[in-house]
């Protein structure tokens, strides 16, 4: 049990087990039929999980799985998932509580799914349907009787797209009068044990050392994969080890039986840009193709979830590979089964077929393909797909466009409509994609891997629609590129933005790095299956932007509802989006996703759906986060700092938001020239009470702490910032990366500098102090001297409940 916060740390599971979940009801808005898929999901009479004693490791339970130790585990039982069709999922879990006297306690029962708990073989908390956002609190009366109570916890949950398959039990009172132990004690003790030590792995500069002797077999292998084939180097009865220079990942495995307990550890030094030296802008695209037309093929067959598009870089290049047929197969099931982001491969393959014949005995499936696929969620049909983020109306819009002119006198059977029908229903809503993003902006504002998506369904309406819509789409890459252009620092991308994943942490390692490398090969190299799109394309990369990924810049400008702040140096660069709007006379869109008299056809409304399902760019304080990236400093293009609230209690959670990407409460944020305030206030209905700093010390020349203050020196570039908690280092999967805050309530204040404008580094961290941050956590307010002053009030707005 962790004592700081009364989560429950250990448990033995059994499953997941997943089975294909279907409903013969449809509903035109698709949040709505996800919401009723979620209240029928769950058995609601089950009996009473087996007793006890017929919880041992590798025994089977009710599910028909073995029951084994779950490692790592923070506090919550994560078994997060990214699932393409609609399927139900089950899951046991089983603990024990061991009180010193007969008690009852109170705890919290934290979920996203649908839930019970039984103590003693009495149902003690239920949740009876799962839901997205946000998740669920629920308080419980534990009765312990003195010495051993077994709890079982049975989990269901609805699996579409990304999946919250997550709960914590949370005790609140009489920590110390009660010890979590496991059933099948005598088995699970050598799994405590070697949890423990596996646990106290400690990282000095490039030597592993290990806490304890240790309980079992301890391996040690390098690279990111983790399978029943891993073989790692056996290093038993060593106090430590010395890393491979170099190594990006490395892997700490014990044996008991045949079961591995594994830690991942990433080494984040070792992690750095890669250079393509001496290559013109056109010797880089070619190379650049080539790479890509290389994946998939293997000589045995291995299905890839965008093996189309490879084949596409393949015959593009006339290199057809021997497993391209069974791509192509592969693409068609994957359309065929409507799964989620079927229309990335159904653009890839309309595509395809302006460009290439296909084998002949594969038309006919094709068209079948294509004629009963679900090109909108108020056609015919139930599926797990996500049509409305920017992103996806698009690229539905476009493929019912291409499809409709490939099949123009063809009965589509979702929409009842002709193909001549199918694409003038769709330009018309291309059209309004198009006006909306002219007038305001894009709402997934330099998303570097969203954005990618966008470029590929852009890029099919520059080829293959009339010339007015054609030139409309071009000029709105441009925009994306130049966009990428302002915020990129010696070669990365470095910027807010409405939707990301981990690869923020490495800013060069994101998909739009790819777009970078295209525009100025001097860049840190990458790639992206998405430039496919870019291959025998009429659209004409604007090279003339790569002056301005190395300009000195101040600016801010709208996006979507969005404010973004820009101050680009040449020593370091600070960048934001506000929360709330400071700018004069703010103007916002309407949500009107709750407007039950909505016109659900028109772009006004799927924006608005997208936004309360997402939010994407209206950014308040004290709202619920998804994938948001409201900050960043950097000192060099491998060198970023910034803040976020969580959204789970662990990295490699792998949901949305996840430990260093969105936040789970929306803080205040105000950037004034090159300093930075946040606010956090975490309310008492999340689970996550605190904020943490990514500070990966490595990547600095120097590094200093100083009671609240924390400094870095890249170069001539100083980064330094302050927090109202003292921060406190933390070791995850990331060593001397991250420091936490405790707090429910907490500011952060950032200011950054370069040589030339202080001196040296010590007048830097002199002219910090002078600065004097400030925070009342009463009035939730942070102040600075030269006239900074950032108040935290929550926001009303209610839109992102799903």
């Known amino acids: 049990m962790d004592k700081q916060n009364g989560f429950i740390t250990h448990y033995l599971t059994s499953?997941?087990?997943?089975?294909?979940?279907?409903?013969?009801?449809?509903?035109?808005?698709?949040?709505?039929?996800?919401?009723?898929?979620?209240?029928?999901?769950?058995?609601?009479?089950?009996?009473?999980?087996?007793?006890?004693?017929?919880?041992?490791?590798?025994?089977?339970?009710?599910?028909?799985?073995?029951?084994?130790?779950?490692?790592?585990?923070?506090g919550f039982v994560n078994f997060s998932q990214f699932s393409f069709t609609p399927q139900k999922v089950e899951l046991l879990a089983a603990t024990v509580l061991v009180a010193e006297e007969d008690l009852v306690v109170l705890a919290n029962l934290w979920t996203y799914t649908a839930i019970e708990v039984w103590l003693n073989g009495e149902k003690v908390s239920s949740v009876a349907e799962p839901v997205y956002k946000p998740i669920n609190k629920q308080e419980m009366q534990l009765p312990l009787r003195k010495g051993s109570n077994t709890m079982v916890i049975r989990m269901q949950n609805l699996a579409v797209r990304d999946t919250r398959n997550i709960f914590g039990i949370q005790l609140l009172e009489h920590l110390d009068r009660i010890t979590v132990t496991l059933p099948d004690a005598e088995q699970a003790e050598p799994f405590l044990a070697l949890d423990r030590f596996l646990s106290g792995i400690t990282l000095k500069g490039s030597?592993?050392?290990?806490?304890?002797?240790?309980?079992?077999?301890?391996?040690?292998?390098?690279?990111?994969?983790?399978?029943?084939?891993?073989?790692?180097?056996?290093?038993?009865?060593?106090?430590?080890?010395k890393l491979d220079?170099?190594?990006?990942?490395?892997?700490?495995?014990?044996?008991?039986?045949?079961?591995?307990?594994?830690?991942?550890?990433?080494?984040?030094?070792?992690?750095?840009?890669?250079?393509?030296?001496?290559?013109?802008?056109?010797?880089?695209?070619?190379?650049?193709?080539?790479?890509?037309?290389?994946?998939?093929?293997?000589?045995?067959?291995q299905p890839l979830r965008f093996g189309l598009f490879y084949v596409l870089a393949r015959w593009n290049l006339g290199q057809p590979g021997v497993n391209d047929e069974q791509h192509i197969l592969h693409a068609l099931g994957q359309i065929e089964r409507r799964e989620d982001c079927s229309d990335f491969i159904l653009a890839g393959l309309l595509r395809f077929m302006q460009q290439h014949k296909l084998p002949a005995h594969l038309t006919e499936r094709t068209e079948q393909a294509i004629l009963n696929y679900r090109f909108w969620m108020t056609e015919n049909g139930s599926d797990g797909m996500c049509f409305w983020s920017e992103n996806h109306a698009l690229m539905f819009y476009i493929c019912a466009y291409m499809a409709g002119r490939e099949y123009p006198d063809q009965l589509f059977a979702r929409s009842g409509r002709t193909g001549v029908q199918v694409s003038e229903v769709a330009i018309g809503r291309i059209r309004e994609w198009l006006d909306d993003v002219e007038e305001y902006g894009f709402e997934e504002f330099l998303s570097a891997d969203y954005m990618c998506v966008t470029l590929g369904a852009l890029l099919n309406v520059v080829d293959y629609m009339e010339e007015e819509e054609s030139a409309r789409a071009s000029r709105l890459i441009d925009e994306m590129l130049k966009s990428f252009a302002y915020h990129t620092f010696r070669g990365s991308i470095i910027a807010p933005q409405a939707r990301i994943y981990r690869s923020v942490i490495l800013p060069f390692t994101q998909s739009a790095q790819s777009l970078i490398h295209l525009l100025n090969p001097e860049s840190p190299m990458g790639n992206s299956e998405w430039i496919v799109f870019l291959m025998n394309s009429k659209y004409v990369m604007p090279q003339h932007f790569t002056s301005l990924m190395n300009e000195s810049l101040e600016l801010e400008y709208q996006t979507g509802n969005a404010w973004v702040k820009l101050n680009k140096q040449p020593n370091y660069m600070l960048t934001s989006v506000q929360s709330p709007r400071y700018d004069a006379n703010p103007s916002f869109w309407q949500n009107i996703?709750?407007?039950?008299?909505?016109?659900?056809?028109?772009?006004?409304?799927?924006?608005?759906?997208?936004?309360?399902?997402?939010g994407t760019s209206r950014f308040e304080p004290g709202v619920y986060g998804y994938q948001q990236h409201m900050w960043y400093a950097a000192l060099d293009n491998d060198t970023v700092l910034y803040t976020n609230h969580p959204g789970e209690l662990t990295d490699d959670g792998g949901m949305r938001p996840g430990y260093w990407y969105g936040n789970g409460i929306m803080p205040a944020v105000k950037q004034q020239g090159s300093a930075l305030g946040a606010?956090?206030?975490?309310?008492?209905?999340?689970?996550?009470?605190?904020?943490?700093?990514?500070?990966?010390?490595?990547?600095?020349?120097?590094?200093?702490?100083?009671?609240?203050?924390?400094?870095?020196?890249?170069?001539?570039?100083?980064?330094?910032?302050?927090?109202?908690?003292?921060?406190v280092p933390h070791h995850d999967r990331l060593f001397h990366c991250?420091?936490?805050?405790?707090?429910?309530?907490?500011?952060?204040?950032?200011?950054?500098?370069?040589?030339?404008?202080?001196?040296?580094?010590?007048?830097?961290?002199?002219a910090c102090y002078q600065l004097a941050p400030a925070f009342d956590s009463a009035a939730l307010k942070l102040t600075a001297a030269d006239d900074y002053e950032l108040s935290f009030v929550r926001s009303s707005n209610k839109t992102q409940y799903v």
């Not at 790692?232 to 060593?238: F, M, T, V």
């Open 15 to 74: 499953g997941m087990r997943l089975s294909d979940f279907i409903s013969d009801k449809t509903d035109k808005n698709q949040i709505r039929y996800e919401q009723y898929l979620r209240s029928i999901v769950a058995d609601r009479d089950l009996p009473a999980p087996v007793a006890s004693e017929a919880i041992q490791i590798g025994a089977e339970s009710e599910l028909g799985l073995p029951w084994e130790y779950l490692y790592p585990c923070s």
């Open 245 to 301: 220079e170099g190594a990006p990942m490395v892997i700490v495995y014990g044996e008991i039986g045949p079961r591995k307990l594994i830690r991942k550890i990433e080494l984040l030094q070792n992690k750095k840009p890669i250079y393509r030296k001496g290559a013109a802008a056109a010797e880089v695209k070619v190379a650049m193709f080539e790479e890509i037309a290389t994946i998939g093929t293997e000589k045995a067959f």
């Open 679 to 727: 606010i956090y206030e975490i309310g008492e209905d999340h689970p996550v009470t605190f904020t943490h700093l990514f500070f990966p010390e490595a990547k600095f020349d120097e590094f200093d702490q100083d009671g609240h203050w924390l400094f870095g020196q890249k170069g001539s570039g100083y980064a330094a910032i302050w927090c109202s908690e003292q921060m």
């Open 207 to 241: 030597e592993l050392c290990f806490p304890a002797e240790a309980p079992c077999s301890i391996y040690l292998a390098y690279g990111e994969e983790v399978n029943d084939r891993l073989i790692g180097e056996d290093i038993s009865g060593k106090s430590s080890v």
């Open 738 to 766: 991250e420091y936490r805050a405790y707090s429910r309530k907490n500011a952060y204040f950032c200011k950054l500098g370069s040589e030339q404008e202080f001196g040296s580094w010590d007048e830097f961290k002199a």
């Open 593 to 614: 996703s709750f407007d039950e008299s909505a016109d659900i056809e028109s772009g006004d409304y799927v924006k608005s759906f997208n936004e309360r399902f997402h």
